[in-house]
């Protein structure tokens, strides 16, 4: 065997899935599934804040999802996922108990600059509804290298109190002295949970911020209405584009740019993204 042909061997097949086994599942919310996931295979697995598996259910289909876990607080190749239900691969999903089996391909897509282009920038994170999920992971990869962050605002915008997702976690963060955390809800429908805390879209906590925009880095995601006003809330506080970061999940299928299904005028989500540069795609109105 030829050097060439060792190498080759080794190379990782993107197009076959690893199984996984599932530790652990528990309703977030009706519709928000937690899941914890274990690679079968002992090597170690590597993945970064930002990027997305895909995961099979053998004989009903494949989809992508968010990574909302970190390396710094996961044990040995185990990740965290939080899964919406909206069609017949979330809805098996939705089924998984521990012990059940899954196929995982990936990691894809691109990263929320944790390691490089944010280390010693003051942060925003903005996450709307279930944009919370990928953005989680950075979060936990910020927090446990806190040293090396300026200051931390995280803001949480949700449709009601019963949409909330990581509920404790949002508690610990608000009670931190390094974090500013502001949370909100669309709606306080009179019902359990009771909410006492502030009722409006998220935008609306935008202007609470003190912001340095020549030290501030903002990561923005959720709903695709919500970009649109959330960037011209960042304008009005004058964040530069090529300091916003925003995740699109726009369609995303193979996971490797073969199928086009996330095409966003010539640009592959699954590739070029999920994580893009606001100031990459600012010319593109199609992607907001």
Request: charged residues 25%.
């Amino acid at each position: 065997m030829t050097i060439t042909q060792e190498v080759s061997t080794k190379v990782k097949d993107i197009y076959l899935p690893e199984p996984a086994t599932v530790l652990d599942s528990r309703l977030l919310t009706e519709a928000e599934i937690y899941l914890r996931f274990k690679f079968d295979d002992p090597k170690p697995h590597d993945y970064k804040p930002g990027q997305f598996y895909s995961v099979t259910i053998p004989g009903i289909g494949e989809a992508p999802i968010s990574i909302s876990s970190s390396l710094t607080r996961c044990e040995e190749n185990t990740f965290e996922m939080v899964v919406r239900k909206v069609g017949n691969v979330t809805n098996a999903l939705h089924n998984l108990v521990y012990g059940d089996k899954v196929g995982i391909r990936g990691p894809f897509g691109t990263t929320f600059p944790v390691d490089t282009a944010m280390k010693g920038r003051d942060l925003v994170f903005i996450c709307g509804g279930i944009g919370l999920v990928p953005v989680r992971s950075a979060i936990h990869h910020v927090l446990d290298n806190r040293q090396d962050y300026g200051d931390i605002s995280i803001l949480v915008g949700t449709r009601t109190p019963a949409d909330r997702l990581f509920v404790s976690e949002c508690e610990e963060w608000s009670k931190r002295d390094d974090v500013n955390f502001l949370e909100t809800v669309d709606v306080a429908i009179a019902r359990k949970p009771i909410w006492t805390g502030p009722v409006g879209v998220i935008t609306t906590l935008l202007p609470r911020l003190n912001l340095d925009p020549a030290k501030t880095t903002t990561i923005v995601c959720g709903p695709p209405i919500m970009y649109r006003f959330v960037l011209m809330e960042l304008r009005k506080l004058q964040l530069p584009n090529d300091q916003i970061y925003l995740s699109l999940e726009r369609r995303m299928k193979c996971g490797v740019g073969k199928c086009g299904h996330c095409q966003i005028n010539g640009k592959y989500a699954c590739q070029e993204g999920a994580v893009f540069k606001y100031s990459d795609i600012e010319s593109t109105p199609e992607a907001i």
